[in-house]
């Protein structure tokens, strides 16, 4: 099962818009990661964040986590269109399996 | 430094018969995960195998099983397939069994007729 959702399932922007993705999460987690997968192929790391962080930057990505919550966002500033592909979120519980589970992805389309 | 590759990278089957995909871990990496991955879903965890041992598994029934080799690469076989088992299946492989990044490899996209 999947562990959240995220939101909003799709985004349109315009290339040099800012996109945000939000996630919500169940579980008590270790760490969070987001991931990003071109057109049904793998999946490739952007960015982890850790239970006691509440932000982190890494060049154009920027995420949040707020735990009281159980919810994060990622924010890509300056879009592309080479950034159009789907977005997922994953968690690492605190406990328990040594998994990542993900939530159901945001599907972001860059405009030229 | 090889990253994660798996083999093939398409496969049709019919219901019933039994299927094994294969993952080549990144150099160094001794955990391999595998996930199934519906279309327009997120994926879902299989199992994970460490150092050749099965090191947990989720909501899956026995029918899917696997191996890790010495070197680290791994299978998943899948028996007695159902329509429902069309997805793409993705490995991942870490260093370590710590839940950091893990670095996925392109996939198999599975077709069950």
């Known amino acids: 099962s999947q562990q959240g959702e995220e939101d909003p399932q799709a985004l349109s922007i315009q290339e040099g818009e800012n996109a945000t993705m939000n996630c919500s999460y169940k579980?008590?987690?270790?760490?969070l990661q987001w991931y990003r997968q071109n057109s049904g192929r793998g999946l490739v790391h952007l960015i982890l964040?850790?239970?006691?962080?509440r932000e982190k930057h890494s060049g154009r990505l920027r995420v949040t986590l707020d735990t009281s919550k159980k919810s994060s966002s990622l924010l890509i500033t300056a879009s592309r269109a080479a950034d159009t592909a789907s977005y997922f979120c994953?968690?690492?519980?605190?406990?328990?399996?040594?998994?990542?589970?993900f939530g159901s992805g945001t599907r972001l389309q860059v405009q030229p | 430094e090889t990253g994660v590759t798996q083999s093939p990278t398409h496969l049709i089957k019919t219901r019933g018969q039994q299927v094994t995909l294969r993952c080549s871990s990144q150099?160094?990496?001794?955990?391999v995960s595998w996930y199934q991955q519906a279309l327009g879903q997120g994926p879902q965890f299989i199992f994970q195998?460490?150092?050749?041992?099965?090191?947990g598994r989720g909501n899956f029934p026995p029918r899917f099983s696997g191996l890790q080799f010495p070197n680290y690469s791994s299978e998943l076989n899948v028996n007695a397939l159902e329509l429902d088992d069309s997805a793409l299946y993705l490995c991942?492989?870490?260093?370590?069994?710590?839940?950091?990044?893990?670095?996925f490899g392109p996939g198999t996209r599975l077709t069950v007729l």
């Open positions: 991942a492989s870490s260093p370590g069994l710590a839940v950091n990044e893990q670095f």
């Open positions: 579980t008590s987690i270790n760490n």
């Open positions: 964040i850790r239970s006691n962080e």
């Open positions: 994953a968690t690492v519980s605190d406990t328990g399996r040594r998994a990542l589970t």
């Open positions: 150099s160094g990496h001794n955990t």
């Open positions: 195998y460490y150092r050749e041992e099965e090191n």
